[in-house]
C-alpha cells in the first residue's frame, strides 16, 4: 500500500480498499472511494487495464490510417511536419501505456508522459482559433483536457498545497490520471487527424493561390487556386488548351 505507486493497479487497490498507514502515508483514516472483495476488485482491474491496451492500440491504428491514406493521396512532400506530429501521438500513447500497465510504477516513472503532453500542447498553443465547418482549428475536448492535465499536475508540490494535500493527491493516483487523460487526449487528436477533422502541422487548409491571369502573344495564362496550383494556358491561336502543374 504504497502512495508512491501510481500504475492503475495500484490506484484502483487504493480506490477499493480500507487505507493502511505507512512510511509513504502517515495520515490516520479510510480514504477508500468504495470497498470491493478481491474478486471484484480484480474484475475492475482488468477492465480499467483492457481499456487502457485498446485506447494505445486503437490510437496505432488511426494513426497508421492517415499516414496510408496520405501517401496514398501522394501527400508526402507536404506532409513531412504531419508525419511527425502524428507518429508523436503514437508514441505518446505507446508511453502512456508503459507506465499504467506494469505491476508498478512508481511517479518518476510518469516522466515519459510528457511525450504525450507534448502532442497535446502542439495542438492547443500551436493552433488558431476554433476552426470552421468543422475542419481545423483547437479541438474543445483536447483543450478541456489540456487544462485537467494542468490541474493535476501543478498541485503536487509539498511547498505549493501542503504536505496532507500532496499525500493526498498520490493516494487518488494524481500523477497517473495524467497518464490516463493524456492517453484519452491522444485518441482524440488521432480520431480527429483521421476524420481530417483537425489542423495538423498547420497544413488542415488546401493551400490555394489567388486566381491571375496574363496575356503574352495573344494567350492567356489562367491560374487556377487548387492545392497544388494547377494552371492552364489558352492558346489564342486556335491550338486548343495545354495544361499543366504549378508549384
Not at 85 to 113: I, T
Not at 141 to 167: I, K
Not at 218 to 246: D, I, K, N
Request: net charge positive; aromatic share 4%; hydrophobic share 50%.
Amino acid at each position: 500500500w504504497n502512495v508512491q505507486a501510481q500504475n492503475l493497479s495500484a490506484i484502483l487497490g487504493r480506490w477499493c480498499t480500507p487505507s493502511v498507514a505507512s512510511s509513504e502515508f502517515q495520515h490516520v483514516g479510510d480514504y477508500a472511494l468504495v470497498h470491493l472483495g478481491p474478486t471484484a476488485l480484480r474484475i475492475v482491474t482488468l477492465t480499467a487495464s483492457v481499456c487502457v491496451v485498446a485506447a494505445v492500440l486503437a490510437t496505432a491504428f488511426l494513426v497508421e490510417r492517415t499516414l496510408r491514406r496520405d501517401r496514398a493521396a501522394d501527400r508526402a512532400a507536404d506532409r513531412a511536419a504531419d508525419r511527425a506530429a502524428l507518429r508523436l501521438l503514437e508514441v505518446g500513447a505507446v508511453a502512456c501505456g508503459m507506465v499504467l500497465l506494469p505491476p508498478h510504477s512508481s511517479k518518476y516513472h510518469f516522466a515519459v508522459v510528457v511525450l504525450a503532453i507534448l502532442a497535446i500542447t502542439m495542438h492547443v498553443v500551436g493552433t488558431k482559433g476554433p476552426g470552421t465547418n468543422g475542419r481545423g482549428g483547437r479541438d474543445p475536448v483536447v483543450v478541456a483536457l489540456f487544462a485537467v492535465l494542468v490541474v493535476l499536475g501543478l498541485p503536487l508540490g509539498r511547498d505549493l498545497v501542503g504536505e496532507l494535500v500532496a499525500d493526498l493527491m498520490l493516494l487518488y493516483g494524481a500523477v497517473g490520471m495524467t497518464a490516463v487523460v493524456a492517453l484519452v487526449a491522444v485518441l482524440r487528436l488521432a480520431w480527429l487527424a483521421d476524420r481530417g477533422r483537425v489542423q495538423r502541422g498547420g497544413c488542415d487548409a488546401p493551400r490555394t493561390t489567388p486566381p491571375a491571369t496574363t496575356t503574352s502573344q495573344g494567350g492567356v495564362l489562367t491560374q487556377v487556386g487548387t492545392t497544388r496550383g494547377s494552371w492552364t494556358v489558352r492558346s489564342g491561336v486556335g491550338s486548343g488548351a495545354r495544361h499543366g502543374r504549378g508549384v
